[in-house]
């Protein structure tokens, strides 16, 4: 039965969204296989939200079929195409997760459309601990943004940086797979870091909004990030821009884009 999709992309983060009435007809690992189906880190369904009050409720299933919690990027993606597919006109539009209602501002600049959302507020899995990766002592944190995180800060010439990510993504403190994210690069002047992330459930991806976000609580644990400030994140697929708000709920911003829509069919 053929199924009706959009593919949107945040940083290089891409998403199949598709409507509730094709959820049960998914075959995820077969559609996100960037070589015999459409291609992408995870899938995005668009659900009725449980309290009316609410404008819609986003389910995400990683790239492996397995469900997650929550992805930032995968919502201002969604955001957007709840604007402009869905004709939803509300702003902020409040949408139904895996961490909660989060509130998602939309704004025109020069006929793109920017989306700034609230993540919430991140909690913290773990203090700052010391590992030992290839004789090295390392210092890492684990943090919760709806999903599981944990951080490392390394130096901006370390070379093992992707080695690092996969194996911090089943061996770390936590005992269990999470999403791994390796910093290096900061520039407190202006306000900017390198980030590499291996996600939970899909592997290595071009960005990852709450991964981001985990690394913002990371910095300003460690002195780097205060409040009300602009940092921008570089990932290999862009750069994505966050502020830890006044009530410490982190904030993401960018300009998600479609890239197109179609009939997948599958076999």
């Known amino acids: 039965m053929a199924l009706r999709f959009s593919k949107y992309q945040a940083a290089g983060n891409d998403f199949v969204i598709l409507e509730a009435e094709d959820f049960e007809k998914i075959d995820a690992k077969r559609l996100c296989d960037r070589h015999f ?11 009725k939200p449980a309290d009316p009050q609410n404008d819609a409720k986003m389910v995400i299933v ?24 869905r004709g939803m006109t509300a702003n902020p539009l409040k949408i139904e997760t895996g961490n909660g209602t989060l509130d998602v501002k939309l704004e025109d600049r020069e006929g793109r459309l920017y989306i700034q959302a609230s993540l919430g507020k991140s909690r913290i899995l773990f203090g700052t601990q010391k590992i030992v990766i ?9 943090i919760s943004m709806g999903n599981p995180h944990v951080v490392v800060f390394v130096k901006s010439n370390d070379i093992d940086k992707h080695l690092m990510a996969s194996r911090l993504r089943f061996d770390n403190p936590l005992g269990y797979e999470a999403n791994a994210e ?19 459930g899909v ?4 960005g990852c909004g709450t991964g981001g976000a985990a690394v913002m609580r990371s910095l300003s644990l460690n002195g ?19 502020v830890i708000a006044e009530n410490d709920e982190i904030l993401i911003g960018g300009i ?12």
């Open 37 to 47: 189906g459409i291609g992408a880190d995870g899938i995005l369904v668009n659900f």
């Open 62 to 85: 990683n790239s492996d079929g397995t469900t997650a919690e929550m992805c930032g990027n995968g919502l201002r993606c969604f955001a957007a195409y709840l604007a402009s597919e």
């Open 134 to 142: 290839k004789e090295r002592e390392l210092s890492i944190t684990g």
């Open 182 to 200: 390796i910093v290096s690069d900061i520039n407190q002047t202006e306000k900017s870091a390198d980030v590499i992330v291996c996600e939970r």
């Open 203 to 206: 592997g290595f991806t071009l």
């Open 224 to 242: 780097f990030a205060h409040k009300n400030e602009a940092w921008r994140l570089n990932f290999p697929g862009g750069t994505i821009e966050y």
């Open 256 to 267: 998600p884009e479609k890239c197109f829509e179609g009939i997948y069919e599958p076999q």
